[in-house]
């Protein structure tokens, strides 16, 4: 399988709280989870971003202060759901994509125009379970507006922009899926085809790191998500690919500057 989120996506997966009336005074956010807004109508600015003046989907896929601000004293209507989309010390997606991500109504492809004019229609009922069925149409816009970014990036330096390269796709799904796996540079350049030469320089032009230094910095993310699961040490080290407990405090401290009892306290 060559699908460049469903691997992240296991590890960080994507919900969406309540959906509710984000109301037509200026409202400071000071946002512990990400966030979610349905712009259905009026022009809105999501201070300190510039303003959006027509029907929308606008997402803050980090949590970051900020202000929305109608800027219509009588035609705007928004909704707004809190967004939890892991850590975004820890889940790579959240820094790779742009902090306020936009999508037009008039720009939405088939596919995705479809569940938005059924989550508009489900806002204008009083249906049962419209709650529930508000979050999985916003988690369903969410994860097409995902797979947008993926496609527009391609050419891009970063993590989206890798993921948007067939070859480099394999190496990164490859990582994503399996980090406890004994990975090489020579059996990471077989997923993409290339010679380790070839890896390596791609890699790096492309993500802006090595492909080990890459492997590490996921096999130390899925580790302090673990940890903070309260998996044992030792269980993390060999599902993450190192020996001992000891090997993995070993590379914490290297890299991290603390230890993996740390993380598995809820310390940072």
């Not at 966030?35 to 606008?58: E, K, S, T």
């Not at 790779?96 to 999508?103: E, G, I, M």
């Not at 802006?208 to 996921?218: E, S």
């Amino acid at each position: 399988m060559n699908d460049p989120l469903s691997p992240l996506l296991r590890h960080f997966p994507l919900n969406v709280g309540p959906i509710h009336p984000a109301g037509v005074s200026p409202t400071a956010s000071t946002a512990v989870t990400g966030w979610l807004y349905l712009l259905l109508r009026g022009p809105v600015q999501i201070a300190p971003h510039p303003p959006v003046l027509q029907p929308a989907l606008l997402w803050l896929p980090a949590p970051t202060a900020h202000t929305l601000r109608p800027l219509s004293d009588d035609s705007t209507t928004v909704w707004s759901a809190p967004v939890d989309f892991g850590d975004p010390a820890l889940n790579p997606l959240i820094a790779a994509l742009p902090a306020l991500c936009v999508r037009p109504v008039r720009k939405m492809p088939q596919a995705m125009a479809t569940p938005w004019m059924l989550l508009v229609s489900e806002i204008g009922a009083a249906a049962c379970a419209q709650r529930e069925v508000l979050v999985r149409l916003a988690e369903v816009l969410l994860l097409m507006l995902l797979r947008q970014q993926v496609e527009q990036a391609q050419g891009q330096v970063g993590l989206l922009g890798a993921l948007s390269d067939d070859r480099l796709r394999r190496v990164l799904n490859a990582v994503h899926a399996q980090p406890g796996a004994p990975w090489t540079l020579e059996t990471l350049a077989a997923e993409a085809g290339w010679s380790r030469t070839m890896l390596a320089t791609r890699f790096r032009a492309a993500v802006g790191v090595p492909p080990g230094d890459y492997l590490t910095d996921w096999r130390l993310r899925v580790a302090r998500l673990r940890l903070a699961q309260g998996w044992a040490v030792k269980d993390v080290a060999e599902a993450v690919g190192y020996r001992s407990a000891a090997a993995l405090s070993r590379v914490c401290a290297q890299r991290l500057g603390s230890p993996p009892t740390l993380w598995r306290s809820g310390g940072r």
